[in-house]
T-cell receptor, first 118, second 113 residues
Framework: EAGVTQSPTHLIKTRGQQATLRCSPI?????VYWYQQALGLGLQFLLW???????NRGNFPPRFSGRQFPNYSSELNVNALELEDSALYLC?????????????????FGEGSRLTVL | QKEVEQDPGPLSVPEGAIVSLNCTYS??????FMWYRQYSRKGPELLMY????GNKEDGRFTAQVDKSSKYISLFIRDSQPSDSATYLC?????????????FGTGTRLTIIP
């Protein structure tokens, strides 16, 4: 079974440009989460989508946005790129939250998209 | 002050040693505690999951939660070179999956053969 896939693997942009990152969740998973992993800061929660709707948002400016498509894949857009946006962007998927069972909702991460802003 | 504090290391120990990794947190409402392992150039993967206080053992790994001290630990016995990775603690207010996780910064561990 295919895991979470992310593209592109690496992306180099300059300040002020826009970046688009893509994520395909595990088949059957409806929730997609985006995290930013910057050096020395750990994983910072960005966005959570479930069933096509934005469910929760982390403490990031509005230039970080995204969407989830009917096939549950997701896109993260970062506008007006700044140098500090350079990081590894991780996508994770899970089954629909709220179902019974201890293991329900485990996050399965992709390998990430490394964004470098010059 | 960060909600979750984790010593970033790096930590290097000889093969076969017992490893202790720790996190402290400030939000007493956290109820679900996890340890993720992240190999170089890979995404994190769930290693251990614990609800509330207590211990949980899985093979060579033991997760310990002390809610009174707001302190969680991961012990690795008989450490192997394949355990070399970054270990991230994570915690949430409710059953993970319907609430965002709060992660520590990760501890980079190297097991020396």
């Amino acid at each position: 079974e295919a895991g979470v896939t992310q593209s592109p693997t690496h992306l180099i942009k300059t300040r002020g440009q826009q970046a688009t990152l893509r994520c395909s969740p595990i088949s059957g998973h409806t929730s997609v989460y985006w995290y930013q992993q910057a050096l020395g800061l750990g994983l910072q929660f960005l966005l959570w989508y479930d069933e096509g709707e934005e469910r929760n948002r982390g403490n990031f400016p509005p230039r970080f946005s995204g969407r989830q498509f009917p096939n549950y894949s997701s896109e993260l857009n970062v506008n007006a790129l700044e140098l500090e946006d350079s990081a590894l962007y991780l996508c994770a998927s899970s089954t629909t939250p709220g179902l019974a069972g201890e293991d329900t909702g485990e996050l399965f991460f992709g390998e990430g998209s490394r964004l470098t802003v010059l | 002050q960060k909600e979750v504090e984790q010593d970033p290391g790096p930590l290097s120990v000889p093969e076969g040693a017992i490893v202790s990794l720790n996190c402290t947190y400030s939000n007493s409402a956290f109820q679900y505690f996890m340890w993720y392992r992240q190999y170089s150039r890979k995404g994190p993967e769930l290693l251990m999951y614990t609800y509330s206080s207590g211990n949980k053992e899985d093979g060579r790994f033991t997760a310990q939660v002390d809610k009174s001290s707001k302190y969680i630990s991961l012990f690795i016995r008989d450490s192997q070179p394949s355990d070399s990775a970054t270990y991230l603690c994570a915690m949430s207010l409710s059953n993970f999956g319907n609430e965002k996780l709060t992660f520590g910064t990760g501890t980079r561990l190297t097991i020396i053969p």
